[in-house]
């Protein structure tokens, strides 16, 4: 029944990373119970054409059309350097910080949506 206080030390590291990398952060270690959806829309083929849709009508708001961030972060840079395709997907579908969830999305959905974000707006 007792913590072990590597967890303890764990949580101080995550807390500082979080503090430090909150601008473009590749923080995927809250899984949020998730991590299956994920991985899931990972394994999925996406399809650019039809991502682009929806990232315009859901994303763009935020991030901006061409993907240079406004309230969100600048996703070119984010999503070609940091991270993952399981990383955005955990993004999309838990909400992260302020940017609320999009779990209502279908998997597909998701998997073009990143596919766009990663192969257009990101340049690969
Ligand atoms: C209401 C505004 C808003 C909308 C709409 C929105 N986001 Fe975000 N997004 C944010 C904010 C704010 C953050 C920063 C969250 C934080 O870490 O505090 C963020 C963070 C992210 C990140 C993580 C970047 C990083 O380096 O940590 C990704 C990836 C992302 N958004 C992708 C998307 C995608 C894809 C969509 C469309 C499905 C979307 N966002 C819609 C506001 C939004």
Avoid: E, F, W
Avoid at 81 to 92: D, E, G, S
Avoid at 97 to 104: E, K, V
């Amino acid at each position: 029944m007792s913590t072990p206080p590597r967890h303890l030390a764990v949580l101080v590291l995550t807390a500082c990373l979080a503090l430090t990398l909150s601008a473009c952060s590749s923080d995927d270690g809250d899984d949020g119970g998730s991590t299956t959806r994920a991985t899931t829309i990972a394994g999925l083929k996406g399809d650019q054409t039809a991502g682009k849709t929806t990232y315009d009508n859901t994303c763009a708001a935020c991030h901006k059309v061409d993907g240079t961030g406004d309230i969100g972060p600048n996703l070119v840079t984010c999503a070609k350097a940091a991270l993952t395709v399981t990383a955005v997907a955990t993004v999309v579908v838990d909400g992260q910080g302020t940017m609320p969830s999009y779990s209502t999305l279908t998997d597909q959905d998701i998997a073009n949506t990143i596919s766009y974000v990663k192969g257009q707006l990101a340049g690969k």
